[in-house]
């Protein structure tokens, strides 16, 4: 490009900056459609014909469930959850009480009435505060995501046990990247962003990811899953539907959850 080129390029860019900018810092241009198209997007740089996010309001608290959450499980009732049962069990509920609600052994996991496919999940969780069994029968459940995909859930505080079974882990996959439990008897706290697969007919077209927040310490990062997550055998994906329900895992242990609440997301 010559000179006078450079030049007419200059003060054309100017011209339409111009036409933008408004004359003071009080009165700013809420975007352009002078600006180049962002690569692999269809909306230019600052556009101004862009949607807006929509508008969230956040919790006034620390780990409390913003308003477009779906609140299931606030200490006050079990309206949002089904009990599998077990065989040869009689039909039982998990016990609800000071707010939280504990694995009944031989109720059966816990399933919610809703069914997810993307989502953000928060839920905190306790460990008996008397320690009994160990390895993987010391405080064993599990958030087990469209009923079949696990993250752990066990008290993992001086517990030798497999890595891939630690509280954290992606079961029999990846272990936590560290270990930030709190002592039997505190709260520790999940926060998990979850990328349902995709299948077409019975193929798999996306597989799962899954990133996993423990106690505000990074443990799993947008980690693909490689199938679901049995015991003792490497897991496959098996097609299923694209929202399904989430389960917390009756491990035959009084594991105690509270604060649960979940987002679905347009990813
Ligand atoms: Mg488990």
Redesign the pocket.
């Known amino acids: 490009m010559n000179r006078r080129a450079v030049l007419s390029s200059v003060l054309a860019g100017t011209a339409a900056f111009a036409q933008e900018k408004k004359p003071n810092r009080f009165n700013q241009p809420t975007g352009y459609r002078d600006t180049p198209v962002i690569p692999f997007q269809r909306w230019k740089v600052h556009d101004i014909d862009r949607p807006a996010p929509a508008v969230v309001t956040p919790s006034g608290v620390a780990g409390g469930a913003p308003s477009d959450a779906i609140v299931l499980l606030d200490g006050k009732d079990l309206s949002h959850w089904t009990f599998a049962g077990k065989k040869n069990k009689p039909k039982m509920d998990w016990k609800l009480e000071n707010g939280y609600m504990e694995v009944n052994p031989g109720a059966g996991d816990a399933r919610t009435n809703e069914s997810f496919g993307d989502m953000q999940l928060h839920l905190e969780w306790s460990a008996p505060p008397e320690i009994s069994g160990d390895s993987?029968w010391r405080a064993?459940?599990?958030v087990?995501i469209m009923g079949m995909y696990?993250v752990?859930?066990?008290d993992s505080y001086n517990n030798p046990t497999y890595a891939d079974?630690q509280a954290g882990a992606i079961?029999g996959q990846y272990p936590p990247l560290v270990n930030p439990i709190r002592k039997p008897g505190e709260w520790n706290v999940y926060d998990i962003i979850w990328e349902a697969p995709r299948f077409v007919g019975k193929d798999l077209a996306k597989p799962a990811f899954v990133s996993v927040i423990f106690n505000g310490v990074v443990v799993q990062h947008r980690k693909e899953l490689i199938g679901r997550t049995p015991h003792k055998i490497v897991g496959t994906y098996e097609a299923h539907a694209p929202e399904l329900p989430l389960t917390l895992?009756d491990?035959d242990v009084p594991v105690r959850y509270r604060n649960i609440w979940a987002r679905r997301l347009t990813l």
């Open positions: 993987q064993n459940s599990g087990m696990e752990q859930v066990l079974g079961y895992q491990h």
